[in-house]
């Protein structure tokens, strides 16, 4: 009988409770189109964060919980136990999607899933109107989500604000930052500083810190120092980003994804996540965990079981509710 680490990984997975997806926005999966296909999933990131209004506008709160149910049931095949999703909420959308994810607790429990649900702030916190609208629900949502860049040039003020919401109600706080695999970001290095001047030490989680990885050891370093003094938690969607397109900006070697490696070398709890399931951001992402672990446990050379079974298991459940 030969030895198969990858069977040895899911069994002891599967021993452990199963996998816990922690970064999801399943009120979006399953709308990709075949006109998508050829046009829309090609736009940038931030063009995308308009180009869903299309379907936003529209969706009413069944279609919403028709895409809760189809990325459940993907989640179910795929052995995830529990999962943290993100849904809109802003004018576009209003509470279509927070009603329906609401109603898929149901559902995801019948399946075995414990849902929780998180915000996403795609129109921004500042504008008084996404805020009102946010700030009216806070209440029904399990972790306050935030996307710094939806107010661009604004970050701190709307990490501010975020953090406010996440003392007053005591809840949980899971952040986007440092998406675009640039230098240029240090997205990551100003949550934590935010983290410590709110006071909110271990209850902050960043969401992908991609851009870290292409920063000089001297800066990661530097910011290891300031996130451990943070207490941060991190999350990794490893097929979110490892298709960064290619570019002609010399950078420190890396793949594009978060340096988990280093993360829990310096002790830092690390979680793993889908991201996006078949829609424009990710059109071929079907939910598949074993995927993400297995592309991020190439991507980084990482291939300690012990703390693979951690990433995909307890370690999210520690910070998604
Ligand atoms: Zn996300």
């Not at 406010?164 to 949980?172: N, P």
């Not at 997205?187 to 292409?214: D, F, M, Y």
Request: proline share 3%; aromatic share 8%; net charge negative.
């Amino acid at each position: 009988m030969k030895y198969n680490p990858l069977d040895e990984l899911k069994k002891r997975i599967i021993a452990a409770g199963g996998f816990c997806n922690t970064h999801a926005h399943f009120d979006r999966a399953g709308t990709i189109t075949p006109e998508d296909l050829n046009e829309t999933v090609n736009n940038h990131l931030f063009e995308k964060w308009t180009l869903v209004d299309q379907f936003k506008s529209s969706a009413t709160q069944s279609d919403y919980y028709e895409n809760f149910s189809y990325a459940l049931t993907l989640q179910e095949r795929a052995g995830v136990s529990s999962a943290l999703s993100f849904v809109d909420i802003d004018p576009v959308c209003k509470y279509h999607a927070l009603n329906a994810s609401v109603n898929a607790k149901d559902l995801a429990k019948f399946l075995g899933i414990d849902l929780k649900i998180a915000c996403q702030t795609l129109k921004g916190v500042i504008d008084s109107q996404p805020r009102q609208l946010l700030e009216n629900r806070l209440d029904l949502i399990d972790v306050i989500g935030s996307l710094p860049k939806a107010d661009r040039g604004k970050e701190e003020e709307h990490l501010d604000i975020v953090m406010t919401w996440a003392k007053e109600t005591k809840k949980r706080l899971h952040v986007h930052v440092d998406q675009m695999n640039s230098a240029e970001e240090k997205e990551t290095e100003l949550l934590a500083r935010k983290t410590i001047e709110h006071g909110l030490e271990g209850r902050v989680t960043a969401v992908h810190s991609i851009s870290l990885a292409a920063h000089p050891k001297a800066y990661r370093d530097e910011v290891y120092k300031i996130c451990k003094d943070a207490d941060l938690s991190f999350i990794t969607c490893p097929t979110a980003w490892i298709d960064h397109p290619r570019s002609e900006v010399l950078s420190v070697g890396h793949n594009a994804i978060t340096p988990i490696e280093e993360l829990v070398e310096n002790d830092f709890l690390v979680a793993l996540g889908t991201d996006n399931i078949n829609d424009i951001y990710k059109p071929y992402c079907n939910g598949d965990m074993m995927t993400e672990l297995r592309v991020m446990l190439e991507s980084t050379h990482f291939y300690n079981m012990d703390e693979l079974v951690k990433i995909a298991t307890i370690n999210g459940k520690k910070i998604i509710s």
